[in-house]
């Protein structure tokens, strides 16, 4: 089955310096979604990334796909309070006709004032 | 537009009962999945529905079972419960079956 690994699992930053987490999958994805969790809530959807080589930015956040479509990240610029969280990479993979979803192992993110 | 409602939030429970957790997707959503939560595992899908039909499951024990509603609201059942069982269970809901997901405040289910 899919297996979908992120790096690093435990993050701990300086408040302003960078943040990067690394989804990497062992097939070809059609797809990825990037999730937030914060502390005590539940995931919240950030974005989707479809095509090879795509770049998409939200704010202090970018995230990139993979030109071979197994592996995508996510970075912050100048980290705040506000991004502690753990960050879920999430793959589709066809079964029966169908898809799955897999979530990665997720990195947590601790940002220090 | 309402969010994703689950009940009952927070139960506990005993080795070797059974629970049913309730799951109310946001309006007009007919995709329903369901994932188990712990800090050990991280977040394990269970099963999936789309308008009332089970389109996959996870690689859980037959102990797990689901279902959904023609109103597209959803209910997931454990039986015998384990303490392995203690988890949090969130429930998501999508507009079509391989969309982005809207996530609920989750089930808190201890097994003592």
């Known amino acids: 089955g899919q297996q979908v690994m992120q790096i690093p699992q435990y993050q701990h930053v300086q408040e302003g310096e960078d943040f990067t987490t690394y989804c990497n999958s062992s097939?070809?994805?059609?797809?990825i979604q990037w999730y937030k969790q914060r502390p005590g809530g539940h995931p919240v959807f950030l974005i989707q990334l479809v095509k090879s080589g795509e770049v998409k930015k939200q704010k202090r956040l970018t995230f990139q796909f993979g030109e071979a479509k197994k592996n995508s990240s996510l970075h912050i610029t100048a980290t705040q309070t506000t991004d502690v969280g753990t960050y879920f990479c999430a793959v589709r993979e066809d079964s029966g006709g169908y898809q799955k979803v897999t979530f990665g192992t997720g990195t947590k993110l601790q940002v220090i004032p | 537009k309402a969010g994703v409602t689950q009940t009952p939030r927070y139960l506990i429970k005993t080795r070797g009962q059974q629970v049913t957790l309730s799951c109310s997707p946001i309006s007009g959503h007919r995709s329903v999945s369901w994932y188990q939560q712990t800090p050990g595992q991280g977040l394990q899908f269970l099963f999936e529905?789309?308008?009332?039909?089970?389109?996959n499951k996870g690689n859980f024990p037959g102990r797990f079972s689901g279902r959904q509603f023609s109103n597209s609201r959803s209910e997931m059942n454990v039986s015998t419960l384990e303490l392995g069982d203690s988890a949090l269970y969130l429930c998501a809901s999508s507009p079509h079956p391989d969309g982005e997901l809207f996530f609920g405040e989750g089930s808190r289910l201890t097994v003592l």
């Open positions: 097939t070809t994805l059609s797809n």
């Open positions: 529905y789309f308008s009332e039909t089970q389109r």
